[in-house]
DNA sequence: CAAATAAGGAACAATTTTGTTCACTAATTG
DNA sequence: CAATTAGTGAACAAAATTGTTCCTTATTTG
């Protein structure tokens, strides 16, 4: 029989190698079902291994999510960091792709049912709201004060509300349209954010 | 034994009022759970009546959701109406109090969990697009026009990016934070969508 | 190269859930 | 008031899914 072991990864994975695969198997199953929706035996044919593999890191399905969604290679690990290009435009348009970007891979396309059933995992959510929303808000707003400062920006743009104007639009317009594409971003930059946040 | 028809609903529901009642259990089931969760079990009890009288209605779970998204007095009816106060902040405001009114009911929760798994149920999901967003959408759409027509509003601002900002922003803030208020309503208007308008 | 570790896959029984039907009786109709 | 229609609740068997364990074997370690 001919060799594949050169077509397909070791045959065997092990330790951090085998739990990577795992933690994005749970993400990908996550992103195209709900957390009531996820059981050991999906996620293990997901990552193609055994059901024991899994027992032997975790006891439940909700402290596989956390693991995955903490994880810092599959899950969210660190904050974005602010672009800093010195134009409020730039900046924008950089953060936002960062964002869509991240929506694009399986833990972003896990977000969705995550917030959708909020009200069943209200711990889950916490974390997702500390871990993704949190941090996003931070940076913006970060980059949006920066702006006021270089006088890009009226003073009274510091708000939640306005902060929160762009994510949601791409958040939506990602879950309702599917692709959010550079065209898209620069629009809604140039038709919302920048006309909105004019000193 | 004691008479208690008083305090119940006539024993035995028949007809269309049995109807509404499934109608209004499935919209519940649906608000925290999810089109795949859906069951004739669970319908049947949330109803308060047996498997064999949705049985003999609908023979799937797909057909009696869309049949209690369509419906008049449940579901999606009829679309919202122009306010036509005469003054663009009141209508904003009009309309969106109407649309937060329809999200903290039954059909309303019952939306995110269809919007969230729309790639598993595209069919579902353009039904819900056809019947309540679109709509929704146009109303805005004319509220806009009559305003510019009035100079109330800049001619730029009829863009569907622009009309879908409010509904955006009051969606992911019913979801994300819980209620939506008036003062949240008022303060949507006066600082996004007004600015943004500005001729 | 031998021993130890851990992955893969199957087998398992138990629990839960499914759709369907039946008998009983309340409500309606003429 | 008799006959018909239709809702209720229970019973049911079939099917699917669950968590858990065991055995074989690939990989690693000393």
């Known amino acids: 029989m001919r060799d594949i072991s050169v077509l397909m990864s070791p045959t065997r994975r092990r330790g951090d190698a085998l739990t990577t695969a795992i933690f994005q198997a749970v993400l990908s199953e996550l992103a195209v079902s709900s957390f009531e929706e996820l059981t050991f035996d999906k996620i293990a044919s997901a990552a193609g291994t055994g059901k024991a593999a899994l027992y ?4 439940t399905p909700a402290e596989l999510v956390l693991a995955a969604l903490s994880d810092s290679a ?3 690990g ?3 960091a602010p672009p800093g290009t010195g134009a409020l435009r730039d900046d924008l348009i950089a953060l936002l792709e960062h964002f869509v970007r991240a929506l694009d891979q399986p833990r972003g396309r ?3 049912p995550l917030i959708a059933h909020r009200h069943r995992h209200p711990e889950l959510f916490e974390q997702v709201h ?4 949190r941090p996003h808000q931070e940076v913006l707003l970060s980059v949006l004060r920066q ?4 006088g890009e920006a009226a003073p009274g743009s510091l708000t939640p509300r306005i902060v929160s104007v762009g994510p ?6 990602a879950w309702e349209g599917g692709l959010v594409d550079s065209g898209e ?3 809604i930059v140039d038709e919302v954010l920048i006309p909105l946040t004019r000193p």
Chains 1, 2 share one sequence.
């Open 130 to 133: 500390r871990l993704v929303i």
């Open 74 to 76: 599959t899950g969210f």
């Open 185 to 187: 971003i620069a629009s």
């Open 168 to 173: 949601r639009l791409i958040l939506l317009q």
């Open 110 to 112: 896990a977000l969705l």
């Open 78 to 80: 660190d904050p974005p």
């Open 56 to 59: 032997r890191r975790w006891s």
């Open 147 to 150: 702006a006021v400062e270089r």
